[in-house]
Each structure stands twice: as C-alpha cells, then as structure tokens.
C-alpha cells in the first residue's frame, strides 16, 4: 500500500485535469483494505477510482482518492463450453482483453480498446459495438463501505442497465469491488450485430476469428474515437437519452434521418452524438475545449483545460442542443 498526500491526479484520469486530492491510496494487495478502515480514511470524503477514464475533476479533491492496483487473473472452472475468470479489480481491461483472445475465450472482444480497470467495467455496465460486459459477468465480489463487510452479487442482482448498475445507484459511493468474475465462452461465437462492424470485416475480407473481430473494432473505434495518450478525454461524454415513442415521432417530423434503437415498448434511445451533430456542434472548439470532429459525443481536451472550462463548454453543448431538439442530455462522465 503507498500512500501520497497532497497529490496531483494529472496521470490519474484520461481528461488530463491537474488537480490535487489530499491524499492519494494505492491498494496493491486485498488485505490492505483493512488498514483503510483502520486509518479512518472513509470517515471524510473519499473517492475510489479505476482508470480515471470517465471521470472530470472541476476542483482539487478535499479528500482521499483510492486506487485499485490488486493484480491477478485466476481460472476458476473450465468445461468443454466455457470457463469461468475470477479477475481482481486492478486490471487493466485491456490486459484482460488480451488475456480472453490469446486463450480462445469469447466474449469480451467487442469491448476491445475501452480504457480502464476490470473493477470499474461493472460499475457502469460498459458497453461498445453490440456487447455489454452485463452478458459476460458471472458475479462481482467487493466491501460494503457502511458495514464494513464482504458481498457477492450475481449478476442478476447487480441491476444491470444501459450504463447502469447497482453500483451507481443505492450502492454508489458504498461499494469497493475487488473482484470480478466472468463467464466465457470457449466455443466460438461472435456478435456482430453493430452494422459498422460487419462492414469493417466485410471490407477487410478475413475469416472470422477472434484476432480478425478485435482488429475490425480497433478499426472502427480509430476511425471515430481520439487516442486518449494524445487527447485528454472521457470517451462518450453523454448518455445516450432514453425517450418516449411519441418524442421520436415528433423528432423525426423535424428530421427525417434521426435514428432510434428499441428499448421497450414505449420507449426509444436516441443517438446523442447524433443530436449534436444536428445541433452543428460536430468540431465546434472554444479555446483548450472541443466537440472531436468524427464522433461528436466525444468532447476533448487538446491542452491544458480546466475541469471549469470542460463544465462550461459541456454546459453550452447541452443548452444548444435542448434548444433544438428539446432533450437535455445527461452526462455519462461523473463530474466531480
Ligand atoms: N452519429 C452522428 N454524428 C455523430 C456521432 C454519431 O450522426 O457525430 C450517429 C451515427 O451515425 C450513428 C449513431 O449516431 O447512426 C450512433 O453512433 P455510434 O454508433 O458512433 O455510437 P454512439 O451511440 O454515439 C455508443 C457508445 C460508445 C460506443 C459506441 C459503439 C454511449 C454513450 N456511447 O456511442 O461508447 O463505443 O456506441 O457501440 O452509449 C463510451 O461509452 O465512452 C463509448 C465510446
């Protein structure tokens, strides 16, 4: 366990803000948790971070930021079918990425690419060309911060939603996770329900593989989404908004080309990128803060912005596109 005080999170989140925390934790080993309770570091404000990859820090953090750097990966039952991954929470997602294609387990390809660490993939349910890491997650284990004790959650009772989870909701700010487990298959199936990843495999003309699916979505995110090690950012800045039947169809009078996904029987969800993109907004830039000019839910800090600037301009982004459309988009980044 390391702990730094008055600590710069420069390198701590992909929006590339420098603000200070009071005091910065890194957890490199489970039974460390203890001694955070011991120390009464979750007395104050506290905040418990994986890849900083969908946070914006507005202020300095008047607390302790905690980050997971437990390492491992650990084969816990395997048949013909399928295996089951017991994976701590400090692991990049990317390593586990790596880890299920170079063993010939699927499932997880689609989210190829997505920054972070394994412990936060289920806070937010990620998601990426067709899949959601919901469908590969056996259970997620971690502490219950008010009570002090363990829990293990099965997938169905972590309340897995568009972006959402029980972690987000009642659990939010109350749950450490440590470990997550996943469920993969080892017979090969693919999803390639997302059209702009058909089209990239059919483009490359290359027999379906795992290697030749991951690289069609590196492709695809490529062409629409900035290299976070060049531009600070947070990936999709918005949610995509969830609307009535009856707003689509009030939409689509105003624009014919507007695009729905089902979501039940009276609801639809609308593509913000694409709301903004109608708002003109698609590269709009106002000094060190932009709309990027190939995916405009992606807002980016080419250098040195402020959390407050990013706000502002975040901010703007909302009012013109309510202005236009009516909706208020909500932010998918937690905004601290
Ligand atoms: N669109 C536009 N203009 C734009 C952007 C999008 O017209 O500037 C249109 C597209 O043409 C398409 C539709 O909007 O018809 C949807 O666009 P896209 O397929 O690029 O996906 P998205 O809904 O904008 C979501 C996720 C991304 C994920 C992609 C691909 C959210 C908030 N975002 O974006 O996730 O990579 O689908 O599956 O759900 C992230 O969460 O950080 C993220 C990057």
Redesign the pocket.
């Known amino acids: 366990m390391r702990i730094h005080e008055h600590f710069s999170l420069l390198n701590y989140n992909t929006f590339k803000i420098d603000v200070l925390c009071n005091q910065f934790v890194e957890i490199e080993n489970d039974s460390e948790m203890d001694i955070l309770f011991e120390k009464n570091f979750f007395d104050d404000n506290y905040l418990i971070i994986g890849g900083g ?2 946070i914006l820090f507005t202020r300095p953090f008047e607390g302790t930021v905690v980050k997971m750097m437990t390492k491992g990966i650990e084969l816990v039952d395997a048949s013909d079918d399928c295996v089951v991954l017991d994976v701590s929470a400090g692991v990049e997602w990317a390593d586990f990425v790596d880890y299920c294609i170079g063993n010939q387990y699927y499932g997880v390809e ?1 989210l190829i690419g ?1 920054p972070g660490l394994v412990g936060s993939a289920p806070v ?1 349910n ?6 959601e890491v919901k469908d590969v997650i056996d259970s997620v284990r971690g502490i219950r911060i008010s009570t002090r004790t363990p829990f293990a959650f099965a997938r169905s009772e972590c309340d897995f939603g ?2 959402q989870s029980v972690f987000k909701t009642i659990l939010k700010n109350d749950a450490i996770i440590t470990h997550v487990r996943f469920k993969l298959s080892r017979i090969p199936k693919f999803n390639l329900s ?1 059209q ?1 990843l058909q089209r990239e495999l059919e483009k490359s003309n290359v027999p379906l593989t795992l290697s030749s699916v991951a690289d069609a979505v590196i492709a ?2 490529n062409s ?2 900035p290299d976070i090690r060049k531009y600070g950012c ?7 908004p969830i609307v009535p039947h009856a707003v689509l169809t009030e939409l689509s009078a105003k624009f014919p ?1 507007i ?1 729905s996904y089902p979501v039940d029987d009276s609801h639809v ?1 609308l ?4 709301l ?3 708002a003109g907004l ?1 590269g709009w830039r106002e000094g060190n803060v932009g ?2 000019p ?5 807002i980016v800090n080419y250098e040195g912005a402020t959390g407050r600037e990013i706000c502002n301009f975040y901010a703007a982004v909302q009012q013109k596109v309510y202005s236009l459309t009516g909706i208020w988009l909500e932010p ?1 980044v937690n905004v601290i």
């Open positions: 990859s969908n689609n997505i937010q990620i998601g990426a060309y067709g899949a568009y972006r997302y702009g695809v995110r629409k989404l947070a990936g999709s800045f918005f949610k995509n080309k695009v969800k593509a913000a990128g694409q903004i993109d109608l698609k709309v990027w190939l995916q405009a839910l992606v998918e």
